[in-house]
């Protein structure tokens, strides 16, 4: 049933139509770059310590009466570095996003509300306020997908499918 489910996923997807993008005006870009630049370090660091708790926190507790303290600490690491190197590259293509998206007069509204007080706590507090939403999100996520197989398997059933 799964491996259906997959495919006809990866069968919509290849049928969504395909939107030609315009180039983005230079203008456009230098301030999706300038945007992208307010996000600052520390607030990456967030974002990335925030992503790593909730990675790490199941991790841990399915390993730590099986390994070593060492190998746990050293799979820490790593795991860490990694996120750390993935929110790092994805950060990168944000200001062709930020330009696709914007038009250079938004983005710089919103590079005026960032400078603001107001602004840049949202920059510091929206990273916890992502993390604390994906932990309430997590122990929903397995009754959820459970739910959307369920269903889907009904209605495959109801069209004479066998899951």
Sequence with gaps: MRRLLGMILFGASLAMP???????????????????AVISVDTMQQMTAAIFQQMWSGLE??????????????????????????AADAM???????????????MNDMLA???????????????????ESAALMAPRMASFQ???SAKMEEIMKKHGYKP
């Design 113 to 131: 509300f960032y400078r603001t007080p107001t602004g840049a706590k949202a920059l510091r507090e929206m990273p916890k306020v992502a993390g």
């Design 18 to 36: 395909v939107q030609a993008q315009e180039a983005p005006s230079p203008e456009a870009l230098q301030a999706a770059q300038k945007l992208a």
């Design 61 to 86: 507790g399915q390993m730590a009466d099986k390994i070593d303290t060492a190998t746990l600490a050293d799979l820490r690491s790593e795991l860490e570095r990694l996120v750390v190197k993935f």
């Design 146 to 148: 459970q739910e959307i």
């Design 92 to 106: 990168k293509d944000a200001p062709a996003i930020y330009a696709r998206h914007f038009t250079a007069a938004e």
